[in-house]
């Protein structure tokens, strides 16, 4: 059994490491409060741009675009959403599970040399070393500091290389944000546009076209009005990553604090049992020492 002097020093341990997740619960939720309200306030826009531009392209299948244009998949990119750090539960080994599963059935489908990477966070692109995955670039700084500039860097470079035919379809994996205790792991096609999963919100959404006066054409509309469609729902996935993180982290921490709470009292229940007993010990041996006297 463990000394008391052992187990008054465990209870000071877990004491202080619970001040520690603490500590770091409430850093994730004044986060993730920034968060929630960046990805609130854009995902609106972003979804009624989706709407838009699927009302104009639904409207007339005349429209030509390499953007809709669906293709023999020869080349492929996979870009993945993860952080720069941990302590954030299951959130960084699902995204890793999940971009795994993608890269080895398109390496079958295509092989591994017609695979690009972009691994968002620092945790994805060490795993992906691990495994001897190259990564086009390092884009750490953009899973601390989701900034619009550096989303759309990137989306220019995946859309530059989708018309020139270097690849032929982009796939996004990141959690969505549903709530503190819900976020849910996606797999989206970013490229090439997918109408199917671009729904009207109503049949009113749906009808609206025939009110429409396009200035100049619709042509120039659409030529416009797509990239930046693209580029919103890159940065929209790039908020939710990041509120998910927050949210998962500030869980993983209240869970670590209730667990410390649990052990503290198991400990010091487990102390003054054991005080107790040297106690009893020591009255029962001076008894018996002034038993022996008489």
Do not use: W
Not at 61 to 70: G, N
Not at 136 to 163: C, H, S
Not at 236 to 263: F, G, K, P, T, V
Not at 285 to 291: E, F, H, L, V
């Amino acid at each position: 059994m463990a000394s008391l002097k052992e187990i008054k020093n465990r209870i000071g341990s877990v004491k202080s490491t619970k001040k520690i997740t603490s500590a770091m619960k409430m850093i994730a939720s004044s986060k993730l409060h920034k968060a929630q309200n960046a990805i609130s306030n854009f995902l609106p826009y972003q979804q009624k741009l989706d709407v838009i531009l699927t009302n104009l392209l639904s409207s007339d299948t005349s429209y030509e675009s390499p953007f809709i244009q669906k293709r023999e998949t020869k080349r492929v990119a996979i870009v993945g959403f993860a952080s720069n750090s941990s302590l954030c539960g299951a959130y960084n080994s699902n995204v890793i599970k999940e971009f795994s599963t993608v890269y080895t059935n398109k390496k079958e489908e295509v092989g591994a040399g017609n695979i690009l990477v972009y691994p968002i966070g620092k945790k994805l692109a060490e795993a992906l070393k691990k495994q001897g995955i190259v990564a086009q670039g390092d884009y750490r700084d953009m899973a601390d500091k989701p900034t619009f500039l550096a989303v759309q860097d990137l989306a220019k470079e995946l859309i530059k290389k989708y018309i020139d035919g270097e690849i032929d379809e982009v796939i996004l994996i990141y959690h969505h944000f549903i709530s503190t205790g819900s976020q849910k792991l996606k797999k989206t096609q970013f490229l090439p546009f997918d109408l199917e999963s671009a729904k009207p919100e109503s049949q009113q959404d749906e009808n609206m076209f025939a009110d429409y006066i396009l200035e100049p054409s619709k042509e120039e509309i659409l030529d416009s009005l797509i990239p930046t469609v693209l580029y919103s729902r890159l940065y929209a996935a790039l908020l939710d990553a990041s509120a998910s993180e927050h949210a998962a982290r500030m869980i993983a921490m209240q869970i670590a604090s209730d667990n410390a709470d649990e052990l503290v009292q198991d400990l010091t229940i487990q102390y003054n049992k054991s005080r107790q007993q040297a106690v009893t010990n020591e009255l029962l041996d001076i008894i018996g020492g002034a038993s022996a006297l008489q």
